[in-house]
């Protein structure tokens, strides 16, 4: 019955269900042939067999894609299973040469699924993973990726330090080797002696682990205790101040590398998918069920979820209509007021910035106390940072309030004015600490005159600046550990046990995800900032990310509720990287400065005896042999280098130009597709209205025949 | 591999793997669990193909489908007379597709058949209603029900007919940036 439809393109079948229709369609199209009532696009036997005639003669790919398309066809699996026979029958009627083409690519194929198998024991975390993301959604465990993906950076970071510079120098130290330098500027500069003399107290060693300095300052933990060693025995040479820098700069490379390759897969996917606000609702209904939801509580709380999500969208459109609404002078007033109350934030931010430059300034000036008060004043800088990135975010949340942007904006705004206070607070602190160690550029000043830098109070500047990273990293580690015992237990406690109203108002703890990825990118810019001047510091950092990931995890089981509204989860993958990204560069723009413009010190460290960091190459490089360094010089002449500019400047053009080609197109399909739709009805319209004036007559007339 | 299993021949286990998204050591795995579902009607040794079916009920039991609000109509989409009753080929299937390899077009075909629950080819208004009251448990006002699902139909209906059809349903889709990562089961 169905075929005689089919041959009818009357009248009766557009008005009917859609699929006859369709499928009158899809026969035009010549894809499937045979009626069947199934209701997904069939697989169409006839076709196959045709296609496999014609393909001996054509590439033998194309087999493989036909079995690697079989599983993606949306078949019964005992039909896929018949399709798949039939083409293992039909290989060995094909020529000897492309079928051992097709046998390689299949063990190709069985060499990539036993890796895949292979690697499956290798991912870190994987169990806790599945059940932080059934358990509390998307956005949650975006955040445990990101730290995840933290680990692994740092660890191969720390691995590539180790390989090139910390045993090299372990080996050179214990073999003997001697630091051939010799004194030429007065030996005031030369002054540095990290070890106290007489007797220490026994909680000193307390305390200068916390701080860096005594025992530990003259270890291979800070760059002041490594030597400029030039070894050349017979054919092997190892020049460590050379691998030293080198280290550091590949090591940022190496980090560009790795967060550009993951923020290229979340971009693609915001590429792909247009990045449209449009289509809210249908996403939301659509696409807003985890299905990955494991649980009685996790998917109560996802349902609770998705209606708080269909409420607040149906809360902003009310919004919007209502601001639409709004009489001009109660529009100028509300611009006004943002106006102002941003400029209050911003004050806010900048007392905060000054308070850290006090802070910090005072802490270099009591460098020398001892004991507890002297503890706390090396801490004075890293407590100032954490006192701010606390205290402000709180402030510009009630100051959010006053301002009323649309819930979508708020969060936004909130998140930009933490990123900023967060590196900025950081950026401060480096400036100050550069503006002591350099007299604030100015060479000429009474302490900076001789050593070209403060040698009076650094004697050693490079270990200073590698304490002060790691004095913020280890609090940042200790603030952790103390507000996971101090805060959130007890919090959890008192809330759970006592049943009175403010326990009650205050609640459970919700795990706010963007505070603590900032946390994340804030610890790891110190890193970078820091691994200069500090070699192990990547090492410290792996060790603490491994335990803030169990701290956290242990937190968000027994003392978090889920958060009621989410993040997007691909959106901000994106963005946690973009973000990483501009620590990385706050870092980059630190080293660079440190290597070309501030000059080493005398006394300690790889390059003592050069005038800047930077120097260590040129001097090598006229060490190599002629032609390299002809080659050399070849590449970085302008006869190369221009015709290298141009052919890169004509090939971003042409992607450029082929990306608003391929948007351009995808925007005209879709108004084909509404202008045939738009035909479909009309010519409908026009077939009832023949309908109607040619008499029913006919038709029975048809059908007797 | 080394090991030896008798459960599957070797041919069969290169078929599932061709025909799947899955390993072999998965798919031994999935095995296992469909094993435990009903251990006296499944037979362990499967080289003969035996005809074994589960019905509903035993299905939606297991912990990753359990608390699912679309758990019937997802065992029902893969199973071959409509009822719900999975054998083993449609059981590896189901969760090959639900997998996180299969790709975008697989799934949505897939997922017009899940939220069309008349069966009729269209995402029409009630199979939105029942969709949205699943979702949300009914926790709505039937208002704000019937606003979602006119916004809803409205955004993606493209042949103006008031209902979506499959290339309305896949076009949204597309735009979709989570959908790859929502409509996933691990297992």
Known sequence: MTSERAQNPSSNEVSQTGFPGEQQSLRLRGVSSGASDQNYPQFNWRSTSEEEEEEEDEDEDENCEETREIRSRPMHMALKRAVRQVQEMQVPVVSSGKSWKWRHAKSLRKLKNNSREFLYFFVLWRKSLQKIGGNFGGGVQSYFLFLRFLVVLNFFSFLLIAGFVLIPSIVFRSVGSSTGYSGFVGSQCMKYDPNPQGLIVFYKYFLDLLSGTGFMEYSYLFYGFYNNTMVESGNFSYNIPLAYLGTAAFYFAFCLICMIARMGSAFRVTVATGGSTVGNYSMMVFTGWDYSCLGDQATKLKQKNINYQLQVDLEEQRLKRRAAELTLGQKVLLYSLRVLMGVLSLALIFAAFYGIALATDFSQQKSGQEGILGLIFEYLPS????????????????????????????????????????????????????????????????????????????????????????????????????????????????????????????????????????????????????????????????????????????????????????????????????????????????????????????????????????????????????????????????????????????????????????????????????REVRDKQFLVKQIEELKKLHPPIDNAAVYES | MGNKQTIFTDEQLDAYQDCTFFTRKEILRLHARYHELAPHLVPMDYTNDPECKLPLALIVNMPELNENPFRSRIVESFSEDGMGNLSFNEFVDMFSVLSEMAPRELKAIYAFKIYDFNVDNYLCKEDLEKTLNKLTKEELTPEEVELVCEKTIEEADLDGDHKLSFADFENMISRAPDFLSTFHIRI
Not at chain 1, 457 to 484: N, S
Not at chain 1, 553 to 564: D, H, S, V
Not at chain 1, 604 to 618: A, K, Q, T, Y
């Open chain 1, 383 to 674: 407590i100032a940072i954490t006192a701010g990135n606390f205290v402000v975010p709180l402030l510009c949340d009630q100051i959010a309030l006053v301002e009323k942007y649309p819930p979508s904006n708020t969060v936004i705004v909130a998140l930009l004015r933490s990123v900023f206070l967060r590196l900025m607070s950081l950026g401060i602190l480096l400036y100050t600490l550069w503006s002591q160690i350099t007299c604030e550029g100015d060479t000429d000043s009474a302490a900076c005159k001789l050593c070209y830098y403060n040698h009076g109070d650094y004697p050693c500047w490079e270990t200073r600046v590698g304490q002060e990273m790691y004095k913020l990293t280890l609090f940042d580690f200790l603030i952790h550990f103390a507000v996971l015992i101090l805060v959130e237990f007890p919090r959890r406690m008192v809330v759970d046990n006592s049943s009175s109203k403010l326990a009650q108002w205050v609640g459970r703890q919700e795990f706010v995800v963007p505070s603590n990825v900032l946390v994340l990118v804030y610890g790891q810019t110190v890193v970078w900032a820091g691994a200069l001047f500090c070699p192990l510091l990547p090492l410290i950092n792996t060790v603490k990310f491994v335990f803030l990931f169990y701290f956290k995890k242990i937190t968000l089981f027994y003392n978090c509720r889920p958060a009621l509204k989410t993040f997007r989860s691909t959106k901000s993958n994106f963005f946690f990287l973009l973000v990483l990204l501009l620590g990385w560069g706050l870092a980059l723009v630190v080293m660079i400065y440190s290597l070309s413009e501030i000059h080493p010190s005398f006394g300690c460290g790889p390059f003592r005896l050069f005038s800047s960091m930077w120097s260590v190459f040129p001097a090598s490089f006229y060490s190599l042999p002629q032609t390299s360094q002809e080659f050399l010089f070849f590449i970085g002449s302008q006869a190369f280098l221009t015709p290298l500019f141009v052919l890169f400047i004509v090939g971003m053009c042409y992607f450029i130009a082929l990306a608003s080609v391929y948007g351009k197109s995808v925007a005209l399909l879709r108004e084909q597709q509404k």
